[in-house]
């Protein structure tokens, strides 16, 4: 493996950053040197910091003609060899879903984040939601993986977008910072680190850029210019790149692959934190900003000797399926607040063998403290 | 000090509310303090609405907004009318009782202080008031030392608005000093 720690982009020391602005040193700190994007609420602080520290760590900014082109050329500056990323919003999001099929069958690694506003449509802009997260999973054709990160605070929107980097390079996947308009606009204390562990791609003269002998590998990736005969296609393709367009076995052969890359590694990917969990009768799984919610009602109940616990799930995708099964097994109920109608409820739900219901919301407004408080009481 | 202090800064847009809670979260950081900050404006430059909440504490802290403010600095009155009433017992209310005509409430302290007047009279621009009201507040309250909280001043205003912003801080500072036992200056 080829994880390096190397010196950090940023003094250590504490900062009061946003939650935009960690996100822009955490993918310099990461190694991203080219940024393409197009502005869009409530994410715009990401290219608006990446604009200016692009100037004094030599990378390259491009403000595209929309989301579109900006994907598309993050895709490209990764073939070229770059780590890159672009960020947006729900309506951004959605305009990157065929590229973002493109990247996972071409096994890109590159990162987006989608700083995720009340939806659908144009929804509210400077409002709050959590819609994206089917989107996320399901936006473009045919079956893929992709890895969606959900951070909680300032401190990880830089250490997700660095994570995002670091998983992306592993696993030649797309990857996704799931931000929310709640934590992109925060302030917080920021703690960074003098050094920061990064893994960059593998490569390895005269070995095919999409094969390997398992079915669950990640073949090491060449850039164009490096004297590797490399064709890229979103076509089937062979090991080699070249098209298999009506070859059923090479089809096969690349989508479970590039499947079994991810979900096999699942166990290594999939993050939770568990808060509480010991003798909890009722269990709440949350997960972004709403697990900040989910965590101070717990505390609340556990003061008055409810006995109340928190599973929080850092990463959406791949599932942290294990986690939801011990829960089930352990809890009496299982609780879970979102602010959209019950995206993740449903995952949930696959997997825990208890009573599960949902706690939604989809005002614009986050889900208050007190509301979990009261849904929880009145089951216990 | 506390362990945890629940700071709400309200007002007009324009009035300098969220440069104002930037400032204060910054000093608390340079204090060694968890901080979480937010801010809520309507979309017009001036003339709205703009809040800005900071959250100073000895620990990590779980849930960043603020639930019941310990101490409020209102600029404006429909600022004062809106959040007076969401001050926790044995709060304070820092008022500027040239804009505002304060309620009679129960278990909280309230405290006006002219920044606006003086702002327009002592530094002879009047977008300085926030940091006059910020100023008397902290030498009252204590939330973040002085020295954090001009240094921040130094590391959040742009040049040019540098020498008037330590000017008004300065001013607040001192009368705070006259404001122990005093309701209004």
Known sequence: MSFQE???????????????????????????????????????????????RFKEVGGVFMQM??????????????????????????????????????????????????????????????RVGSGDYMQAKWGSHGDYQVIALSPWSVQEMYEHSIEAFNLAEQYRVPVFVMGEEAVAHLRERLEVQATVRVFNRVKKHGTPPFGTDSMDGVPPMPAFGEGERLLVTGSTHDEFGIRKTDDPRAHARLVERINNKILANRGKIANTESWYLDGAEVVVVAYGFTARSALFAVELLRKTGKRAGLLRLKTIWPFPEEAIRDVG???????????????????VMKYARCEVSGLNQTNGEIIHPQRIVREVEAVL | MQEIRQVRLCGYGGQGVVLAGTILGYAAIKDGKWVAGSSSYGAQARGGYARADVIISDRTIVFPHVIEADILISMSQPAYDAYSGEVSPKGIIFYDSGMISPKKLECVEQVGVAATSYAVKEILQKQSANMII????????????????????????????????????????????????????
Request: charged share 20%; aromatic share 8%.
């Open chain 1, 65 to 126: 003609e929309d989301e579109l082109a900006s994907i598309c050329s993050v895709i490209g500056a990764v073939w070229a060899g770059a780590k890159a990323m672009t960020a947006t919003s729900g309506p951004g999001f959605s305009l990157m879903q065929e590229a973002i099929g493109y990247a996972a069958i071409t096994e890109t690694p590159l990162v987006v984040v989608d700083i995720q506003r009340a939806g659908p449509g144009t929804g509210q802009a400077t």
């Open chain 1, 6 to 52: 190397i010196k950090g982009t940023l003094p250590a020391g504490s900062y009061y950053f946003s939650g935009n602005e960690a996100v822009a040193e955490g993918a310099i700190a990461a190694g991203c040197r080219y940024y393409a994007g197009y502005p869009i609420t409530p994410s715009s602080e990401i290219m608006e910091r990446i604009a200016v």
């Open chain 1, 329 to 347: 097994r352990s809890a009496r109920k299982v609780l879970v607040p979102e602010m959209n109608r019950g995206q993740i409820l449903g995952e």
């Open chain 2, 134 to 185: 910020l100023g008397a507040c902290l030498r009252v309250a204590e939330v973040v030392t002085k020295s954090s909280f001009a240094a921040s001043i130094h590391e959040n205003v742009p040049e040019r608005f540098r020498e008037a912003n330590l000017k008004a801080f300065e001013l607040g500072w001192s009368l705070g000093e006259h404001l122990k036992g005093v309701q209004e200056v």
